[in-house]
């Protein structure tokens, strides 16, 4: 049995059976050399959220938003030192490209990162999936570069396009293949959005499922389960998805203690993935929840080691919490704690105008032997809000409230034209309480 797979750029056929799941990976990784931790045993990631690039690119105040976005990303950057930036999903407002220009908005994304030789792993969001944009066209884009990490493990017609992982090692000494990865990564794609080039009977767009797939749920338990057997051992690891779960609205219902879980709350009712569906998969306006995120859930909270899911789409919300319970109007209890985050809205783009800024995120190699991080926001203000631990008692230790500050666009004139509109309003319909 042979598999394609690239190396680099290059499409090359290989036997399967000579290939260890290290190696496997190691030939679908980027062009760029493995992340390793610093000589001081940390790792830190900047998570950028919402950046929502190309709004209204017709009218002044679409492209003056994304010179303000840019400018976040190198306020942020000037202040923070990161190993791996995240783009965590919306890189684009899809429904306002053009088929010819959508993805150079990625160029003007990554320059920064660029400038300061930084590379980088994205997840894409509903809105980078549009008529004409899509998570395909986006990846062809961002493998462009060389800095780039963002690439494709999962593939199928429903998997979606950003479903990867990444490891990182101890130090640079390490080759693929020859070393136990510290850390791993992984990266999820909640699609949603709108499919590419396709309409329906009517003229309009066809809308597609908001959730993590059944095929990428497969993936992400059986590879863990031959990471942990290559390895012989639970590898701890993060994970990042755009559209936040169920488990985030269930704890948000339950209340966010300002104190305990602090952060903004303002984005109530979040909208989690499967918002808008049925449980038989139709999205007629009928249904508030499918419940289709179940399986991703289960997957999240089953595997061991994984110590957070980083989500953003709601622009309001940027608090943690511990999920280690059986939440109201769930069916299922977690099998292993797990935190859940929201980032900070990054972009002049899209609805709010809460401070923008980028959730960092600190782990340490004595930090991993406990499965807990460090993480805190890092504003455009240069200010640092919600710095907390995700440690054992986190939900128990008190920290200072957030201040919910705001900025608005300096050079933005919003006309009746803009499409910053909120989340549709989210409520769970009577028959699917538990």
Not at 10 to 19: E, F, Q, W
Not at 122 to 142: M, P, Q, V, W
Not at 259 to 266: A, M
Request: hydrophobic share 35%.
């Amino acid at each position: 049995m042979y598999s394609l797979v690239f190396v680099g750029l290059a499409l090359v056929t290989l036997p399967v059976g000579v290939m260890t799941l290290a190696k496997r990976y190691a030939i679908n990784s980027s062009q760029s050399a493995p992340l390793v931790f610093n000589e001081d045993g940390t790792f830190q990631i900047s998570i950028f959220e919402d950046l929502h690039f190309g709004e209204n690119a017709w009218d002044q105040w679409g492209p003056q938003q994304d010179i303000n976005s840019v400018k976040v990303i190198n306020q942020v950057l000037d202040k923070e030192s990161p190993e791996l930036v995240v783009l965590n999903g919306d890189l684009i407002t899809g429904e306002n490209g053009f088929l010819e220009n959508s993805t150079v908005y990625l160029d003007q994304i990554v320059q920064p990162l660029v400038d300061r030789q930084l590379t980088w792993a994205s997840t894409y969001g509903n809105h980078d999936y549009d008529f004409n944009i899509s998570g395909e066209a986006i990846l062809a884009r961002e493998r462009q570069y060389v800095q780039s990490r963002t690439t494709k493990m999962v593939y199928g017609q429903h998997a979606g396009t950003s479903n990867y992982y990444l490891p990182v090692y101890n130090s640079s000494a390490c080759t693929y293949g020859g070393c136990t990865p510290l850390l791993l990564l992984w990266f999820f794609d909640s699609r949603g959005g709108f499919l590419y080039q396709q309409k329906d009977a009517e003229g309009q767009r066809v809308g597609q499922p908001n959730w993590v797939d059944t095929s990428v749920v497969d993936w992400f338990v059986q590879s863990s389960a031959q990471l942990t057997e290559t390895y012989n051992k639970v590898i701890p690891s993060l994970a990042f998805v755009h559209i936040p779960t169920f488990a985030s609205y269930a704890f948000q219902r339950e209340g966010v203690d300002p104190r305990l879980e602090p952060g903004v709350n303002d984005d109530e009712p979040l909208a989690p993935q499967a918002q808008g569906w049925c449980a038989d998969g139709t999205n007629d306006g009928s249904c508030e929840y499918g419940g289709q995120d179940v399986p991703f859930m289960e997957a999240i909270s089953g595997v061991p080691g994984v110590i957070a899911l980083f989500s953003g789409h709601d622009h309001g919300d940027t608090w943690c919490t511990k999920w280690d319970s059986r939440l109201p109007n769930m069916t299922f209890a977690p099998e292993h704690k797990v935190n859940l985050c929201f980032g900070q809205h990054s972009g002049y783009g899209g609805y709010g105008n809460w401070e923008r800024g980028s959730r960092q995120v600190l782990v340490t190699k004595e930090g991993l032997t406990r499965l807990e991080v460090d993480t805190w926001i890092r504003l455009e203000s240069g200010n640092i809000i919600g710095s907390v631990s995700l440690n054992g008692t986190y939900g128990e230790d008190e920290y200072p409230k957030t201040n919910d500050t705001m900025t608005h666009c300096p050079t933005c004139n919003y006309t009746a034209t803009s499409v910053r509109t909120k989340h549709k309003p989210f409520r769970i319909p009577e028959e699917n309480k538990k």
